[in-house]
């Protein structure tokens, strides 16, 4: 068996050597298969094509075995998808299917090859591989473009009319049937047939395109009106060149496209214009109308008067009027109308001030639209106003105004404190820098307002404002948080010493006098302090920080201040918890009452007693009075507890009255809060005793001295009428506040008690003996008695008797105890 080999015939063939130089010279890729069904002969050029080996032809594969192995190759794609229709079965079957004699693949280079099969009459078949991948990509784009003019035409509304005067012929495109509504089936263009499609003017214009043999000018550009098929009157743009020869016209190309609805909308707009100017002229807005390109610039009279000025004394410029937009909106108002010049936005719309002729400035708001561009699309006309917005900026600046700065003092709100508070701290994560938060509480504000008056108070207020802003540099923030209440903001703050020194000035500035008219008043600050970074980062955990740190401040006896600390974080944590499991405590009976004896120091027999409560946390234990009261006082809570204190208290006193002494007393502490807040829902205390069949003498109310200094008249009502219904006062921790005798005498206070400060260190000869002295001298003048408390020792108790004081109240005589053990201690006094 001989084996075949590329550009060679088999022995037999005639001619080997011209076969063999032909074959090797042809484009084709060719094969042929013998009557065996096997190779018989290949070139080097199918090889190539097919990207196969020349030793697998070389082997004599059969077609199917040929087939196979392209197959396995992947060389006609995915179920043979780089094949034709046509030929995809015939692939796929292998060969044994019907045999296309002509049909296109593709090879995995991306190629196209079309496959052509011829089957011999002997037996076997030839088949030639040819390249047409540049004639294939060649048409596709020309059917492409054909496509994607026929499209333009359409879109367009155009096309192309050729007339060749040598030859009458006229010839259209598909654009120009479909601009005079008809068919190339239809209808057949020629110079006589079309004539009817012009009128006589537009005849008139076209024909001096091509009659003029004198210029013979070989372009025009024309837009004329016509005639369509339809008998529809339409408007045409024509564009094109006339090619001239011996004198004569020969040909006439052009372009033709159909202008209708542009030149609808501009017969429109110039119909409309008159109208329209009148209706924007009559609602008061002023009229401008722009030429783009030029910056020419017309301007109403409405718009003129506007800013004062009277026709001629502006020049119509784009430039001259944006010379007289204020400096701070030009860049916004280029901007806004640039976007729309480009196409940006559908009208343009602007918000500036403008520059009056008297030198004022108006607020307008400028609206307008381009209403022409030229071909290119570059803007040539807008038209727009001007409307007068200048009430209504006043008007919105007021509103913001009493949004974000309070009234009174002219400094930034809570809102606005929060907006810079925002600022600055954003640029401090930007830049690495450090931040100090201050909240103010002006002390003893309240006894000033009280006293003088809530319009002094706003005196004060003011100055106050006014002082803390002189302390601080231009870069920081002051602001009212409401009440006597301010914030600062201490920005760029680089050491706690800056800040050190800062405080300090608060506090000086903020203790030297008040002058209110024609009082003089002295106040102090409290200051809470918390810094960026590092107490916190965001706004709420800051605030919290500084309210706990003006907390602390306050209580550590105010004209200080305190920084934040985690100690501040926990003890917050701590009232906050106590609130929470004081709102359960009463119901729960985790409240219980003490009494404490108050001994008549002449005989030492007791029928007083102070009423004292204690919780007992079911998990905490017993917790003091010192912890929870004052959470009970900030959170409300102490109305309702000091409620149930007096009703306990009120049973007892019944039940020792019976027992112990037919005049026994019990003090019950009444806090400032119960008086400011009172429960309309409680009954008055005298009724509640009345119901349990006791006089107002059986029960003492001890209130501070601060609550004297009041000016509320529910307050001052509640403390005389304490002594209409014959309830007994006794002023607490005297000495420590800010009494005055004219408050002792106003409110017919019963009992003074002098506070265990002075008794402490109590010795004979000491200053605070002699202050006792004229503490008990002073009550017993005013028609008062005393009580002492924190007696711990029988010379304190010796001196006291020795002085003149009536009672004497501490651990000498008795803790607070339960009733039980009370009643049992009065007892083993007695007997």
């Keep these: 068996m001989m084996e075949p080999r590329p550009s060679l015939a088999i022995a037999q063939i005639p001619e080997a050597d011209q076969l063999d130089t032909l074959l090797s010279s042809i484009s084709q890729g060719v094969y042929l298969l013998g009557p065996d069904g ?111 003019l026929f499209a333009t035409q359409a879109i367009a509304e155009l096309g192309g009319w050729e007339t060749d005067f040598c030859l009458n012929q006229v010839t259209w495109t598909d654009g120009v049937y479909r601009i005079f509504d008809t068919a190339p089936q239809l209808f057949t263009p020629t110079p006589a047939t079309v004539r009817p499609l012009f009128t006589a003017e537009s005849w008139t214009i076209s024909q ?71 209706a924007l002229e009559s609602t008061g807005d002023g009229l401008w109308d722009l030429q783009v390109q030029t910056g020419e610039e017309y301007l109403s009279p409405n718009l003129l008067r506007m800013y004062g000025y009277e026709e001629n004394e502006l020049r119509p410029s784009m430039h001259d009027r944006d010379n007289n937009t204020h400096p701070d909106d030009i860049a916004q ?61 006043t008007a919105e600046a007021m509103i913001w105004q009493q949004a974000h700065f309070d009234p009174l003092t002219g400094l930034p709100n809570r809102r606005m404190m929060r907006e810079r508070l925002k600022q600055e701290l954003k640029k401090c994560r930007r830049d690495g820098l450090q931040l100090a938060l201050l909240l103010i509480d002006l002390d003893h504000f309240k006894e000033v307002n009280d006293t003088l008056g809530h319009d002094q108070g706003d005196v004060l207020l003011a100055q106050a404002a006014q002082r803390i802003a002189d302390c601080l540099r231009e870069v920081d923030t002051v602001a009212r948080m409401g009440g006597d209440e301010f914030t600062v903001i201490v920005t760029e703050l680089q050491d706690a010493s800056h800040l050190e020194s800062i405080l300090r000035k608060l506090l000086h500035a903020l203790g030297a006098v008040f002058q209110l008219g024609l009082e003089q008043v002295f106040v102090s600050a409290s200051i809470g302090v918390t810094i960026y970074p590092g107490d916190g ?183 005389l009428r304490l002594n209409d219904d014959g309830i007994q006062v006794s002023l607490d921790d005297f000495g420590t506040g800010y009494s005055s005798l004219a408050y002792l005498q106003k409110f017919d206070i019963d009992f003074i008690k002098i506070d265990q400060s002075f008794v402490r260190q109590l010795v004979a000869g000491s200053t605070d003996l002699a202050l006792c002295q004229a503490i008990i001298a002073m009550a017993h003048a005013l028609g008062m008695k005393v009580i002492a408390e924190g007696v711990e020792t029988e010379l304190q108790r010796d001196l006291l008797a020795s002085a003149g004081c009536d009672y004497g109240q501490g651990y000498l005589f008795s803790r607070p105890v339960p009733a039980a053990e009370f009643e049992a201690f009065t007892r083993r006094r007695t007997a």
């Excluded at 199917?64 to 992947?74: C, D, S, T, V």
């Excluded at 929870?628 to 019944?654: C, K, N, T, Y």
């Design 537 to 719: 980062t965001e706004i709420e955990n800051l605030l919290k920080n500084a309210d706990q740190a003006l907390y602390v401040a306050k209580g550590a006896g105010r004209n200080r201040f305190s920084f934040f600390t985690p100690a501040l974080q926990e003890a917050a944590q701590l009232r906050a918890q106590l609130t929470s499991d004081m709102r359960f405590a009463l119901a729960a009976q985790q409240f219980l009452v003490m009494y404490q004896p108050i001994v008549e120091l002449a005989t030492g027999s007791i029928h007083k007693a102070e009423a004292l409560v204690r919780w007992q946390h079911p998990s905490r234990g017993l917790i003091s009075p010192s912890e929870f009261i004052p959470v009970a006082e900030s959170s409300g809570l102490i109305v309702g507890l000091g409620e149930w204190v007096f009703q306990q208290a009120a049973d007892q006193v019944r039940a020792w009255r019976a027992q112990l002494h037919p005049q026994f007393q019990i003090s019950v502490n009444k806090s400032p809060v119960q008086f400011e807040n009172p429960n309309p829902a409680h009954l008055p205390w005298i009724e509640q005793l009345a119901q349990r069949g006791l006089s107002g003498d059986s029960i003492v109310v001890e209130i501070t001295e601060g609550l004297l200094l009041s000016t509320s008249d529910g307050v001052i009502e509640q403390l």
């Design 208 to 278: 001096r395109a091509y009659s003029d043999t004198v210029n013979q000018p070989t372009t025009h550009d024309v837009e004329i009106e016509m005639i369509t098929l339809k008998g529809r009157r339409i408007w045409v743009h024509s564009r094109g060149t006339t090619t001239w020869a011996n004198g004569r016209a020969v040909r006439h190309t052009a372009i033709v496209q159909d202008i209708s609805q542009r030149k609808l909308t501009e017969l429109a707009l110039r119909d409309s214009e008159a109208r329209w100017k009148l």
């Design 333 to 393: 108002m280029q901007r806004d109308r640039q976007a729309h010049l480009d196409g940006l936005t559908p009208t343009y719309s602007n918000e500036h001030r403008v520059r009056c002729k008297d030198g004022s400035w108006k607020w307008v708001l400028s609206r307008g639209m381009v209403i022409s561009r030229d071909a290119n699309g570059k803007p040539l006309r807008m038209i727009g106003t001007h409307t007068d917005i200048t009430e209504r900026k």
């Design 38 to 148: 096997r190779m018989m002969l290949f070139n080097q050029r199918l090889c190539e094509l097919l990207e196969l080996p020349p030793e697998f032809f070389a082997s004599r594969p059969t077609l199917k075995e040929i087939n196979a192995y392209q197959m396995a190759r992947g060389d006609f794609g995915p179920d043979a998808m780089l094949v034709d229709d046509n030929a995809r079965e015939y692939v796929l079957s292998g060969g044994s299917a019907p045999m296309p004699a002509s049909f296109l693949r593709q090879t995995r280079s991306g190629r196209t090859l079309e496959v052509k099969t011829k089957v011999l009459p002997q037996g076997g078949m030839v088949r030639t591989f040819s390249d047409v991948t540049d004639y294939v990509q060649a048409e596709a784009a020309r059917k492409r473009a054909s496509q994607l």
